[in-house]
């Protein structure tokens, strides 16, 4: 933690003893003793009650310690101390994201991002905005939040591609197109939105495109091959060839060692409409005799 933490606390309690006290706390919280970091960080208020950063400390080792209701009471001090700080709601949001509460999670991203002067960060706290909202299955707020992020950089890749996704769950696959052709023409290195190429053109039953474009990303070396196969898969499906698409998804599997996309808990989220894999009867036991085998 930086000493200039220490320096504020003098600063503004103008004692020696808080000095101390800080200096404890500040020890205490980096050797992950964060309880005991708290109880000196609790002195310090008592001196100093308006002094954001203390209420800051407190938060942080509460979310070290994983007590997400402490530790957003404690960022809600903070932020009625100094209400327009973006780091502030940023932090706000990020626990309402840990407590699974989205939609203040979301209101909280988009608050960091008026506060926010450096477009850099605005853009990508509205970019996640739009992600949470997506979660929420809330598209036309995710859509508002990704075009804001794309209105203050036009060249922002990243948002172009989540935009995409939305797209492809309202099986709006021209727009979905349009949007994934610009975010790898900005970002010709990524591969991401190659892969959603190839899942669109799978649900538009185009193999010749779905080839051209798994192609492309194998040659560049996607740092996700699974999704590749996978959104093959996808095809094959669409296409009723129930061998090809058996042997796309063993070829995902074998690529995916360390984090298998399915698990026994079928937690996989249904980001891009899975269900004409998910709930064929065939690949449930293929899946089954797989984890069987592991």
Same mark, same amino acid.
């Given at each position: ?12 309690? !103008?004692?020696?003893?808080?000095? %101390? ?10 050797? !992950?003793?964060?309880?005991?970091a ?19 400390a ?6 070290y @310690? ?13 932020? @009625? ?5 973006? #780091?502030?709601?940023?932090?706000? !949001? ?5 407590? =699974? %509460?989205?939609?203040?999670a ?16 605005? /853009?990508?706290?509205?970019k996640?905005a ?10 036309e ?7 804001? &992020? ?11 591609? $989540? ?7 309202? =099986?709006?696959?021209? $727009? ?10 900005l ?17 538009? +039953?185009?193999?010749? +495109?779905?080839?051209e474009?798994?192609? +492309?990303a194998l040659?560049?070396?996607?740092? #996700?091959?699974q ?6 898969? *996808?095809?094959? *499906?669409?296409?009723?060839d /129930?061998?090809?698409?058996? &042997? @796309? ?13 399915f ?5 996989? +989220? ?8 998910? $709930? %064929? *009867?065939?690949?449930?036991a ?8 592991r």
């Amino acid at each position: 933690m930086k000493r200039i933490l220490t320096v504020l606390f003098c600063a503004a309690l !103008g004692l020696i003893a808080a000095e %101390d006290i800080a200096d404890k706390a500040i020890a205490l919280e980096k050797q !992950g003793k964060y309880l005991e970091a708290v109880k000196l960080y609790e002195k310090l208020t008592t001196e100093e009650p308006d002094n954001e950063y203390i209420w800051i400390a407190i938060g942080r080792c509460y979310r070290y @310690q994983g007590e997400h209701m402490r530790s957003l009471s404690m960022y809600l001090k903070a932020s @009625q101390i100094v209400t327009n700080d973006a #780091s502030i709601w940023l932090e706000v !949001g990020k626990t309402y994201r840990y407590l =699974h %509460d989205n939609a203040n999670a979301a209101l909280m991203y988009e608050k960091a991002a008026q506060c926010e002067t450096n477009n850099d960060k605005k /853009k990508v706290y509205l970019k996640d905005a739009g992600n949470i909202y997506f979660e929420m299955e809330s598209f036309e707020k995710a859509k508002k939040a990704i075009r804001a &992020a794309i209105a203050i950089d036009p060249n922002y890749s990243m948002a172009f591609n $989540n935009l995409a996704s939305i797209y492809i769950v309202e =099986h709006n696959y021209s $727009n979905a197109i349009r949007v994934l052709e610009k975010a790898f023409e900005l970002d010709p290195d990524n591969t991401l939105p190659l892969l959603n190429l190839i899942l669109v053109y799978a649900y538009q +039953k185009n193999a010749v +495109k779905c080839n051209e474009y798994a192609s +492309k990303a194998l040659s560049m070396e996607s740092p #996700s091959p699974q999704y590749i196969h996978l959104y093959l898969a *996808v095809l094959h *499906v669409q296409l009723g060839d /129930k061998p090809s698409w058996k &042997a @796309q998804l063993e070829l995902a599997f074998k690529k995916d060692k360390l984090r298998p996309f399915f698990d026994e808990k079928d937690d996989f +989220k249904n980001e891009y409409g899975f269900d004409p894999v998910r $709930n %064929d *009867v065939d690949f449930k036991a293929l899946v089954t005799s797989y984890f069987m085998k592991r």
